[in-house]
DNA sequence: CGGTACCTTGACGAGCATCAAACCCTGTGG
DNA sequence: CCACAGGGTTTGATGCTCGTCAAGGTACCG
């Protein structure tokens, strides 16, 4: 088991720092660690989850379903992102997680993680400080579905997912991340059609912006993409507590 | 001035209780009270604030602008919000909020606030819901935007506005309470041009679902409209805590 | 009375959804 | 080894939903 003293994820700059004793005090509440398959559940909409986690490795998406079968993905989860946070405030989770890659997840009993914050201000703090954060995210993602044409949302998001992907090293060679998602989940996060999605990656892929083939995304030229998503990217040097 | 512990909000059920002494703590933190005609901003998209608000009385929006002049509204704004908190955690405001009718509001100094915070425990994890609260209502829109037509996206804009505006109290007649946006503002919210959205008003009027004339908004039966939402309303009688 | 802000309605066309089918690739079993 | 099925991607054809353009209506205000 990893431990949070030599956690691999917060050398890289999007987290907040930590001081050594905080480093310790997270790793007496974390109960485990929680490895899934691609197209794992981890925590379903209406579920009063007991766990908390943070995601170490691996890629998911966080969704919600209506009753007639459509699927609205809320928004992407990458390593660094804190899960189950609305659990454990509000009663019940109000969305859905999902694995779309292998996954390695830090696990938090609630009871515990909760009994901690009392103690400790600074990581309330925090708490609402991400919970902030992910609200400021699914506003821009609103405003985007609401206020943009296909080419220009699909490119906001391909470059949300770029930036955040290497932000937390998984650039492995230069303008290249892994992305393995499915064209569906992009075209139910952006409020498309899987058709509509594909051929939106074309006519990207053909003016040269971003190359999404084979599990892997090609950002030739960021300012480019940038140019083409229509949002001046507010935050693509934001940081955020790492729980 | 109105004191926090006879605040004419908290008789409301949405509310969580409050404790005597919590009343009397929140009475030392309130720095005063604002009121402003129509039209202003109280909050702007950038700005670092050093106020926060509770919203006494009076409607207003939160919206985002794009550098081409479009506008998002991301959330309306009721009595018994809480406006300001992105601008107290976070470095600044990610989007601008405004009245739209005359309001009041309660005025929090942000160091203040936060120094209450640190200790408070129970305080502070409210604000941690609050903040869950605001992302699971911005997800619920962007479902809404993201996965229905025009007339099930005005249909579940208006029962969300019709019920929450019912709980603070502005139901002065059944199936009436007052609405003093503009069509303008539903479009933005819903991602919808504004002639579309008075067609679609139109329809649902005809339908008899929800008439909006004059400032007013009427729900001749809230269950019908709830099937035309398309979404099961999850959070009907979701309570949150008052700040 | 002219000006502005907002609501309303008509006509037209574009962007995107839908339907349909083919083409991968991978895994499975005869 | 090949047949087959299943999940994902790709492409074409068709038409509806919704945006855009344009004009007119009403109320309010200086």
Redesign the interface.
């Given at each position: 088991m990893i431990k949070c003293t030599q956690c691999p994820l917060r050398r890289f700059g999007i987290f907040e720092p930590f001081s050594r004793e905080d480093e310790e005090a997270m790793l007496r509440l974390k109960a485990g660690e929680l490895v899934v398959a691609p197209g794992t559940t981890l925590l379903r909409e209406g579920s009063k989850a007991a766990q908390l986690y943070t995601v170490l490795s691996g890629m998911g998406v966080r969704y919600?379903l209506?009753?007639?079968g459509?699927?609205?993905v809320?928004n992407f989860v990458l390593p660094g992102d804190f899960v189950g946070?609305?659990a454990g405030?509000?009663d019940e989770m109000?969305?859905s997680v999902e694995s779309v890659s292998d996954m390695r997840l830090c696990v938090f009993d609630r009871l515990a993680f909760?009994g901690f914050?009392?103690?400790s201000?600074e990581r309330?703090?925090d708490?609402?400080?991400l919970?902030?954060?992910?609200?400021?995210l699914?506003?821009?993602?609103?405003?985007s579905?609401?206020?943009q044409p296909a080419s220009t949302r699909v490119a906001w998001a391909l470059l949300r997912l770029f930036r955040r992907a290497a932000a937390v090293g998984l650039e492995r060679e230069p303008g290249r991340v892994p992305m393995p998602f499915r064209q569906q989940d992009l075209a139910?996060?952006?409020?498309l059609s899987l058709v509509h999605t594909n051929r939106t990656l074309r006519d990207l892929r053909e003016r040269g912006l971003a190359t999404w083939q084979e599990g892997e995304l090609t950002v030739p030229d960021l300012d480019r993409l940038a140019t083409a998503a229509?949002?001046?990217d507010?935050?693509g040097g934001?940081c955020r507590p790492l729980l």
């Open positions: 919600k209506l009753s007639d459509q699927r609205q809320v946070l609305q405030v509000m109000r969305h909760f914050m009392q103690n201000p309330a703090f708490l609402t400080w919970a902030a954060i992910e609200e400021h699914v506003a821009e993602a609103l405003t579905v609401g206020q139910d996060a952006m409020g229509g949002m001046e507010s935050d934001l």
